[in-house]
């Protein structure tokens, strides 16, 4: 069974660009939550799709948007780059049932702003 | 506010030892706790989950200790060896969100 797969793996943008960034969860799973990961401030959750729809936000930035299409695959976006942005994004797939199951996390974009 | 706090910050263990981490909530609605290890470059790999209803769970070397009424949650690492050094998160969750602690970061020497 194939893992979550996240792309790209590496990606430096300027200020004031937008970014997208991919998700592919494991088959079958119909839950993607995206993370961002700093030194500073850890895991930090931004959102969670389900079945196409916005089911959890986390406290970021209207900046910060993302989507999920009918094979359950998100992009996420980042538009008006900051330097404050440059992290390691990492998304994370599971079943999406209501009481939380085991969540598997692709090996993360790592996004630099300079 | 830190929804789970996490310690220590970073741990030291000879080849052999056990390790321990330590993790503490506040929401008694989390009704899942899992342990992810991450090494350099790679992300978060889930390690070994309880739930509240269960005072201990082992897998292999990893044991998870829970203390529902304490709410609080450990991590024992048993015959620590040099390729577990890596970073170990705890988390928490209700429904599909996850609260991560901050990590410890884990240095097994030989």
Same mark, same amino acid.
């Given at each position: 069974k194939a893992g979550v797969t996240q792309t790209p793996r590496y990606l430096i943008k300027t200020r004031g660009q937008q970014v997208t960034l991919s998700c592919s969860p494991i088959s079958g799973h119909r839950s993607v939550s995206w993370y961002?990961?700093?030194?500073?401030?850890?895991?930090? *959750?931004l959102f969670e799709y389900f079945s196409?729809?916005? &089911?959890n936000k986390g406290n970021f930035p209207g &900046? *910060?948007?993302? &989507?999920?299409f009918s094979n359950s695959r998100s992009e996420m976006n980042v538009s008006t780059l900051e330097l404050g942005d440059s992290a390691l994004y990492l998304c994370a797939s599971s079943s999406g049932l209501l009481r939380a199951t085991e969540a598997f996390f692709g090996q993360g974009t790592r996004l630099t702003v300079v | 506010q830190q929804q789970v706090k996490q310690s220590p910050q970073s741990l030291i263990v000879q080849k052999g030892g056990i390790s321990i981490i330590n993790c503490a909530y506040e929401n008694t609605a989390f009704d899942y706790f899992p342990w992810y290890q991450q090494f350099p470059g790679k992300g978060p790999a889930l390690l070994i989950a309880i739930r509240p209803d269960v005072s201990e769970k082992k897998e292999g070397r990893f044991t998870i200790s829970f203390n529902k009424s304490a709410?609080?949650?450990?991590?024992?690492?048993? =015959?620590?060896?040099?390729? =577990?050094s890596a970073t170990y998160f705890c988390a928490a969750s209700t429904g599909n969100q996850f609260y991560f602690g901050t990590g410890t970061s884990l240095t097994v020497i030989p």
């Open positions: 961002q990961q700093t030194p500073g401030q850890g895991l930090q *959750f196409e729809t916005q &089911r &900046r *910060f948007s993302g &989507r999920q | 709410k609080q949650f450990s991590l024992h690492i048993m =015959d620590s060896q040099p390729g =577990d």
